[in-house]
């Protein structure tokens, strides 16, 4: 109820998110690039990030995997920096075009990854394209200010008429020529948006436009069998960017497209003799992981018997079975408590008694310092024996790992800490947590989820994965 007043008082205006510059913090960075240089590296970047999580079709991102992937957590890091030494006033026009659609992309892919859980929509996000903004040299720009101060010429917002740079805004300055052919290069976030790529202010940088647009074009009319068309919303909402009426932004459209039954349908609605409709489809445009590996997070207890009966009659069969499209995570805590000492450690309630809390130790220990595959074979092994907190040195012997480091750990602050952080992993879920083991699937889970992931986890799995076809699955 909250989130819809809010967006509401966003929408007209009267409130407003804290903004979030999303390189305000990064560390200095000894490399000086010149503002052409930082045009190339964010296209590059750009590429890279489609190459490796985006699908072919540049529709969908693995967000989970990017999250967990080195790229994330160094380079958007290196790029963040560097943002904030150059001065986009020095690129000529055609650069600040490219850098910008790019940097847009970039903001948007950066600002989804960097939430506590992906969203169902960008839509759902209160203020989302005016809440994250990147610091570009003295500049601070959010989303909006991206699109419509900057690539739409400072034109007023299509649906609040807000203008975001005045007349003595230094920003202003940055403002390009407006450009019909942005739409068909602005990614939002949603299957309803323009397929992700990159974007460079070499010769090409018109022709690549130019065929985005027609892509789009291709892509926003569908003729439905009652004879009525549905057009993509970037057509209403940005009609004027377009053309100077409704009825020739149709007529642009019919020039566009390729298929000659839509071209007639669209010139027939341009004439008012054919009736038409408006549709976006906001869901995030997310697929599960690299090439459509599933996220599963565990959240459960060392010696919680629900837990030790998921481990062995469902996790465990079913990672011998999907284990190559599974993203796996666990989460040793449950419903513990932990209050700090104030000498830098922890002390922890836990549901089932102290040996509980050793055995989470252990775990989150081991979580540490092993690859998934050993985390998930030493834990197997624990949660099989008859109490499994006290079983880590003997199935440390079994999975053929080091003890002592492991053990060092746990009887250790250090331990306590990497406790403790899965504990706030844990209260920071949403729904809260009331069972233990909790399952959660690609970032989201509810009531009925849970259950059928307690019953049939390799079901629920094979639901999620948006891959080529599993053998596991069949």
Not at 218 to 241: A, G, Q, R, Y
Request: proline share 5%; charged share 20%; with cysteine.
């Amino acid at each position: 109820m909250m989130a819809s007043l809010l967006s509401l008082l966003s929408w007209m205006g009267l409130w407003s998110s804290p903004l979030r510059v999303l390189n305000s913090d990064t560390p200095p960075i000894n490399i000086t690039v010149t503002p052409t240089q930082m045009v190339g590296m964010t296209s590059v970047f750009m590429d890279i990030l489609v190459e490796n999580f985006v699908t072919e079709d540049g529709r969908r991102v693995s967000y989970l995997a990017l999250e967990n992937s080195d790229i994330y957590s160094t380079n958007f890091l290196e790029m963040g920096a560097l943002l904030k030494k150059v001065d986009p006033l020095q690129m000529d026009e055609a650069e600040r075009k490219s850098f910008f659609i790019n940097l847009y992309n970039l903001l948007t892919i950066h600002a989804l990854v960097s939430m506590n859980r992906l969203p169902s929509s960008t839509l759902s996000v209160t203020d989302f394209w005016r809440r994250f903004a990147y610091q570009v040299g003295p500049y601070t720009l959010h989303l909006d200010d991206i699109e419509h101060g900057i690539l739409r010429d400072n034109r007023p917002h299509p649906t609040t008429g807000t203008v975001f740079f005045g007349a003595t805004d230094p920003r202003l300055a940055l403002s390009v020529a407006a450009d019909h052919r942005i739409h068909a290069a602005l990614n939002c976030g949603a299957l309803g948006c323009s397929p992700l790529t990159s974007y460079s202010p070499r010769q090409q940088l018109d022709q690549d436009l130019d065929d985005a647009m027609k892509r789009l074009c291709n892509t926003s009319v569908t003729l439905k069998n009652d004879n009525t068309l549905v057009i993509n919303s970037i057509f209403k909402w940005f009609s004027s960017d377009f053309a100077d009426s409704e009825a020739l932004t149709l007529r642009f459209l019919a020039d566009c497209v390729d298929d000659p039954q839509i071209k007639r349908s669209l010139l027939k609605a341009a004439q008012g003799t054919l009736s038409f409709t408006y549709h976006y489809d906001w869901t995030l445009n997310a697929v599960s992981g690299v090439g459509g590996r599933v996220k599963i997070e565990v959240y459960f207890e060392s010696l919680c018997p629900d837990s030790v009966h998921f481990f062995t009659h469902q996790l465990y069969p079913t990672w011998l079975d999907l284990r190559d499209i599974m993203d796996l995570v666990f989460v040793p805590f449950g419903k513990a408590r932990a209050t700090p000492t104030g000498t830098g450690d922890y002390e922890f309630e836990c549901q089932h008694g102290p040996d509980e809390c050793y055995g989470n130790k252990v775990m989150s220990c081991a979580q540490e310092s092993l690859p998934i595959h050993t985390q998930m074979e030493f834990f197997h092994c624990m949660m099989s024996k008859p109490y499994p907190a006290s079983t880590g040195e003997q199935c440390s012997k079994t999975v053929r790992i080091e003890w002592a480091p492991i053990d060092e750990c746990s009887k250790s602050s250090v331990g306590s800490s990497l406790l403790y952080k899965n504990g706030i992993r844990t209260s920071a879920l949403k729904p809260r947590v009331y069972f233990i083991p909790t399952i959660v699937i690609d970032g989201h889970y509810n009531d009925n989820q849970l259950k059928n992931s307690l019953a049939d986890l390799k079901s629920q799995i094979c639901n999620a994965y948006q891959g080529p076809p599993h053998q596991g699955c069949f």
